[in-house]
């Protein structure tokens, strides 16, 4: 290093570095002021931050805690700490060094970050009420932080406090990763009377969320206007019937079809004012109307009990290594008087060996082969995937399987949903415990079936 350079320009040179970039040789910078002056802590942490930008988390962990036991009283230092932590998901950890930032100087330029992750390690614990607290925090600190609004309005709707949660639920559009980054022309609804103007509902997000809230289009239809509504072509075909649609286009990049007005889906709920009482319940709003083949209904004739099981969901999905569940634990269902069939499709459904379940992955295209399926059935068994929508929507009995933390459509401390009077959820009691529940599931399917041969 040249020696007419100060520890501090140094130091700036390389940060300079970092910002742009070019991280390699802010490292070289970082590492050559260490062998001068190997108790810098500002060149410690700012190494460990560029292993942490790197994912050398290990090293990163290591150079930041060094910088910490030279300098304890650094908030940004114990800040970083905890980022590095939060990314290798030891929550716990991760939320103490966000408090102990918190504790040294409590409005630190990125201590908003600090709440917002207290916050999610809180949500994620069902502490609710006091991550409420902490989202508040974040959003007094900095009000155009939408992720911090969007999820404060996740975890009201899970404690079923639905007239503020819609409203903070509609930040999604807003958020660093939107969940629809498209642009749109015409105006967007209001709710008001639409006089025969033309109306695009929006698709969003995954299929149980367009299967969950379809019931809603009827409700739009009665508002006077020409309903036009986006939809996957998964769930096209399903969707031609439906009450109160005039027109289906299928989901793209660019539309090129002409509206007036347009809505997001899982934004009506808001415009209806839906709260737990009101929830539009006219079940079963779907129904099968596809003819199988004559070799997949044999399978059907048999006097045992009938049980649809599906044990992962899309594998694309941030939380799907949590909700799906290794295949073996479905095989405990596997008892006298009762016939296995797998609603599977995909790489998952290749996992299915044992010829005493009924692969059903070649039977299925789309969601209407799915429903003619699931109309044969007796009962069907699942994780939380699209297809516990589709048997709720259709009034088929459902037993969900939910894995902690849960889904906030799901809200807290009930067998049954609002959603679908068809329906048992089965809790994880604690996160990773599919044991407890595949026991629970087992035992209650054995009073089923003695009930059922009882009853002839």
Known sequence: MNNEITLGQAL????????????????????????????????????????YQKGCYGDAIEK???????KPDVAIYHHNLGMVYDRLGNFKKSE??????????????SAYLAYYNIAISLRDRGKFLEAIKYYDKTIELNPDF?????????????LGRFEQGWEEYEYRFKKESPIDPRIFNGMKWDGSFLSGKRILIVSEQGFGDNLQFLRYVPLVKEKGGYVILECKRELKRLFEDFLGVDEFVEKKDRLDCRYDYYIHLMSLPRLFDTNLENIPNKIPYLKAGFKLSEDLMKEFETEDFKVGISWAGNPNQANDKERSVDFNKFETLKIPGVKLFSLQKGRASEELEDNEIVNLDMYIDDFADTASIIDKLDLIISVDTSIVHLAGAMNKPVWVLLSHPFDWRWLLDRKDSPWYPSMTLFRQPKKGD???????????????????????
């Open 434 to 456: 599919w044991n407890s529940v595949f026991e629970s599931v087992k035992k209650e399917l054995e009073m089923l079936v003695k009930s059922k041969k009882r009853n002839g």
């Open 96 to 109: 103490e060094h966000f408090r102990k930032a918190l504790e040294i100087r409590s409005d630190y330029p």
């Open 12 to 51: 700036d040179i390389a940060v300079e570095k970092q910002k742009k970039g070019r991280l390699q040789e802010a490292e070289d910078i970082y590492r050559n002021i260490l062998e001068k002056y190997p108790e810098s802590h500002n060149a410690l942490h700012l190494l460990g931050l560029i292993k």
């Open 64 to 70: 930041i805690a060094k910088a910490i036991k030279i």
């Open 146 to 158: 939408y992720d911090a609004r969007w999820n404060r309005g996740l975890v009201l709707l899970f």
